[in-house]
């Protein structure tokens, strides 16, 4: 399986500064079609998960811009230039390359 | 818009079987396949399996097969998720998501597995 590695798994953070996570996989997630499928999500306390990007770039509706991700091959970051109280939560890499579906362990984003 | 509605919270024992329900509105059922991943508490996101409810076609993590099926009935645009032989650490809340990416998900079913 490929195991995906998110740093850190605690984020402190002040409101108003920017946050960065990183996911590194095991094995290149770039698809035979040529897409790299490699999605992040948010997941606030007692909510199920949201998509916030898709294909390691791609915003989903509705997200704020704050909200970036980039990255290529197996290394890939999920940026927030300026915390809000509402971006609290726990937020989860995904690769949907490989089969199976693999997670993050999660990073806990939280206000200092 | 899109609607995943989950069935309600279960509590079985040791052994039992349980069987989460996961009905689909807003969009063409069966264009997209169904995810289920579990969250047991305080912990991660894991992946389980899919179908395609077009076909019945599945795919199961290893770690679940031969206790676990996942099927769909269009007539009714909803698609389940059976879990046999339970123990205390299915205990978890069962989440279904739409297509490879998870773009929507529903609101999760807390199966508590107890004595």
């Known amino acids: 399986d490929v195991v995906m590695t998110q740093s850190p798994l605690s984020l402190p953070v002040t409101l108003g500064q920017p946050a960065s996570i990183s996911c590194r996989s095991s094995?290149?997630?770039?698809?035979?079609?040529?897409?790299?499928?490699l999605n992040w999500f948010q997941q606030r306390p007692g909510q199920s998960p949201r998509r916030l990007i898709y294909?390691?770039?791609n915003r989903d509706s509705g997200v704020p811009d704050r909200f970036s991700g980039s990255g290529s091959g197996t290394d890939f970051t999920l940026k927030i230039s300026r915390v809000e109280a509402e971006d609290v939560g726990v937020y989860y890499c995904?690769?949907?390359?490989?089969?199976?579906?693999?997670f993050g362990q999660g990073t806990k984003v939280e206000i200092k | 818009q899109v609607q995943l509605v989950q069935s309600g919270a279960e509590v079985k024992k040791p052994g039992a079987s349980v069987k989460v329900s996961c009905k689909a509105s807003?969009?063409?059922?069966?264009?997209?396949?169904m995810h289920w991943v579990r969250q047991a508490p305080g912990q991660g996101l894991e992946w389980m399996g899919l179908?395609?409810?077009?076909?019945?076609?599945?795919n199961y993590a290893q770690k679940f097969l031969g206790r676990v099926t996942i099927t769909s009935d269009t007539s009714i645009s909803t698609v389940y998720m059976e879990l046999r032989t339970l123990i205390s650490d299915d205990t978890a809340v069962y989440y279904c998501?739409?297509?490879?990416?998870?773009?929507?998900w529903g609101q999760g079913t807390l199966v508590t597995v107890s004595s």
């Open positions: 998501a739409r297509t490879g990416n998870l773009d929507f």
């Open positions: 995904m690769q949907a390359t490989h089969w199976p579906r693999t």
């Open positions: 094995q290149s997630l770039v698809h035979s079609d040529g897409n790299t499928y």
């Open positions: 179908i395609n409810p077009d076909s019945g076609g599945t």
């Open positions: 294909k390691v770039s």
């Open positions: 807003g969009y063409t059922f069966t264009g997209f396949y």
